[in-house]
């Protein structure tokens, strides 16, 4: 079997795109990457990539070799991650998972108190809509704003929190309150490519919002509210975090109102690791708050 060495450069040069890149990413010389490349493919008894224009492109077999190689990084990963902690100890690394929005409007707070209480812990959070895997241990823990369908995980159902339509109030005064969804004269906010849970359940209540509706569409949560803010238009918004705004007004609340639950889970087998534990119900109990607030 192939080194790992040489599969973690094989990844970093799918990513990149390039040896030069993948140098530079893994703290390589771009002749050790190239060396690293042609072990590989002489190990492996077929080529991984080929030379072009555009850089250097994959091969079928390099694509279908990548879901492998992704698992063994994740699993390094996680072996590297379990190994800087005893088991009974708080001291170690916590890789934390949850969504954008969630990451930097929710959770600073909840994990400001976590480091204050465990100084010695070492949080790495890793900020996705992807749903990472826990099984995989692509994260330790993570926060989800839609029930786990994996086995073999601990989740706890927080609850739910509202989500509604908001505009600045800057926007407001200069384009009127909209009295429907469909109100000509107003700039709506939404997705772009890659509608989720929100847009699944508009289209679930049949309400008549598609990626036609918006005059500003994207896929990032922080974007969306980054335009809201700004006076853009009107979007979407957790009411938690709106109501920290007093500038953002609510609108048309009797036409749209919507709820996300919110959980937190991890893989069963950390539950007998005392810091996992320790985050796990500290991030329950601070999301328990935010959701009685929201």
Avoid at 3 to 14: C, G, I
Avoid at 85 to 106: H, K, N, P, Q, Y
Avoid at 162 to 169: M, P, Q, T
Wanted: net charge negative.
């Amino acid at each position: 079997m192939a080194d790992w060495d040489l599969y973690r450069t094989f990844l970093a040069v799918l990513d990149e795109g390039s040896l030069s890149g993948a140098a530079r990413r893994l703290a390589l010389t771009q002749p050790t990457v190239g060396r690293h490349v042609e072990q590989l493919e002489a190990d492996l008894g077929t080529p991984l990539f080929t030379r072009s224009v555009a850089g250097l492109q994959p091969t079928e077999t390099a694509l279908a070799l990548r879901p492998h190689a992704e698992t063994m990084a994740a699993a390094a990963e996680a072996l590297v991650r379990t190994a800087s902690g005893e088991a009974d100890a708080m001291r170690g690394v916590i890789r934390l998972t949850a969504s954008d929005v969630v990451g930097v409007e929710v959770l600073p707070p909840i994990l400001t108190g976590f480091h204050e209480a465990h100084p010695e812990a070492v949080i790495e959070l890793a900020l996705s809509n992807r749903q990472e895997d826990l099984l995989r241990r692509e994260a330790d823990i993570a926060v989800r704003m839609a029930r786990p369908t994996q086995g073999a995980l601990i989740a706890r159902r927080i609850g739910a929190v509202a989500v509604g339509l908001y505009a600045h109030r800057r926007y407001l005064e200069a384009h009127g309150v909209p009295e429907s969804l469909e109100a000509a004269g107003h700039a709506g906010i939404g997705f772009d490519r890659d509608p989720w849970q929100i847009q699944r359940t508009l289209a679930e209540r049949q309400l008549p919002l598609d990626r036609d509706t918006f005059a500003l569409r994207s896929d990032n949560d922080l974007a969306q509210l980054a335009m809201l803010r700004a006076g853009f238009g009107v979007g979407g918004c957790q009411t938690g975090i709106a109501r920290r705004d007093p500038d953002l007004v609510p609108v048309l609340q009797d036409r749209v109102r919507l709820e996300m639950e919110v959980w937190v889970a991890m893989h069963e087998d950390l539950k007998s690791s005392r810091r996992m534990r320790a985050m796990f119900d500290w991030l329950v109990d601070g999301l328990t708050d935010y959701v009685r607030s929201s």
